[in-house]
T-cell receptor, first 110, second 116 residues
Framework: DQQVKQNSPSLSVQEGRISILNCDYT??????FLWYKKYPAEGPTFLIS?????DKNEDGRFTVFLNKSAKHLSLHIVPSQPGDSAVYFC?????????FGAGTRLTVKP | EADIYQTPRYLVIGTGKKITLECSQT?????MYWYQQDPGMELHLIHY???????EKGDLSSESTVSRIRTEHFPLTLESARPSHTSQYLC???????????????FGAGTRLSVL
């Protein structure tokens, strides 16, 4: 069963605009959430995380929002840059278990 | 900066061959993982280890085996490769346990395996 879902396989935005990537999860036992970024021919690299006790975490141009009641989190990138073009994976963890979504390919056009 | 290395990066091999995918990390992390990922699909955990002499199967059934004789080394072995094993294999490590966003996994660059 897929406990972490990223329903948009791809997203295209214009440079300078906001990119919003979405993720839904089903397991209420997850207590921390992460976003990873993956360039071609490289492994995923950690981008930003959020604990279930928070609803927002910000790091520079990247902000993650968590809506526990909706079991939904999102990653906002403002402003988007061409170098942000990559595949973004959402991950959810708890009780030494971590699940990944299938990823969303973000393309930022100059 | 993550220091986790996988070799080979790419491997094309015939059916029935035995292969070992190497994974090493220099961060002293106790926990290590192997994931399998097909294009456009989520990462599936196939094996993990809590430390030396500890190995566990993940939630995706796999015909591969792993060993953890040293903290820094977590090789994955396929005794007899088949075309169904064609996939990308990602190795990762993390500090043992941790919640609240602290259990960050650091990934290697992956091995793309093709079995003909």
């Amino acid at each position: 069963d897929q406990q972490v879902k990223q329903n948009s396989p791809s997203l295209s935005v214009q440079e300078g605009r906001i990119s919003i990537l979405n993720c839904d999860y089903t397991n209420s036992m997850f207590d921390y959430f992460l976003w990873y970024k993956k360039y071609p021919a490289e492994g995923p690299t950690f981008l930003i995380s959020i604990s279930s006790i928070k609803d927002k975490n910000e790091d520079g141009r990247f902000t993650v929002f968590l809506n526990k009641s909706a079991k939904h989190l999102s990653l906002h990138i403002v402003p988007s840059q061409p170098g942000d073009s990559a595949v973004y994976f959402c991950a959810a963890g708890g009780n030494n278990d971590m699940r990944f979504g299938a990823g969303t390919r973000l393309t930022v056009k100059p | 900066e993550a220091d986790i290395y996988q070799t080979p990066r790419y491997l094309v091999i015939g059916t029935g061959k035995k292969i070992t995918l190497e994974c090493s990390q220099t961060m002293g992390h106790d926990k290590m993982y192997w994931y399998q990922q097909d294009p456009g699909m989520e990462l599936h955990l196939i094996h993990y280890s809590y430390g030396v002499n500890s190995t566990e199967k993940g939630d995706l059934s796999s015909e591969s085996t792993v060993s953890r004789i040293r903290t820094e080394h977590f090789p994955l072995t396929l005794e007899s490769a088949r075309p169904s094993h064609t996939s990308q294999y990602l190795c990762a490590s993390s500090e043992f346990g941790g919640t609240g966003g602290k259990n960050i996994q650091y990934f290697g660059a992956g091995t793309r395996l093709s079995v003909l």
